[in-house]
């Protein structure tokens, strides 16, 4: 069992950066894939990043590579999402989830972070 916890959100301007934090619990997080979605109103939930178990391996949407950036401390059972250059299409609910090993889903889900990107 794994529970997620992000944090880190809130409302900034176009152009400015926010860092969002999942704090896992439960020892599976360090051989789990992490991955980071969104949510914004009306539309669907999208991929935005993942991450390997070591870190070494990461992967992006289109719409945020050069922007976003995930990364990994398995020592603090926390996976970041660095954003930069946040635009207002950016606006949505950011939501952690894990794929443990040997799984081919995200079993565990945080509760997630609102991210709010003004014009």
């Known amino acids: 069992q794994v529970q997620l916890v992000e944090s880190g959100g809130g409302l900034v301007q176009t152009g400015g950066s926010l860092r969002l934090s999942c704090a896992a619990s439960g020892r599976t997080f360090s051989s789990s894939v992490m991955g980071w979605f969104r949510q914004a109103p009306g539309k669907e939930r999208e991929f935005v990043a993942s991450i390997n178990w070591s870190g070494r391996s990461t992967y992006g949407a289109d719409s945020v590579k050069g922007r976003f950036t995930i990364s990994r401390d398995n020592a603090k059972n926390t996976v970041y999402l660095q954003m930069n250059s946040l635009k207002p299409e950016d606006t949505a609910v950011y939501y952690c989830?894990?794929?443990?090993?040997?799984?081919?889903?995200?079993?565990?889900w945080g509760q997630g972070t609102q991210v709010t990107v003004s014009s």
């Open positions: 989830a894990a794929s443990p090993r040997g799984s081919t889903t995200y079993n565990y």
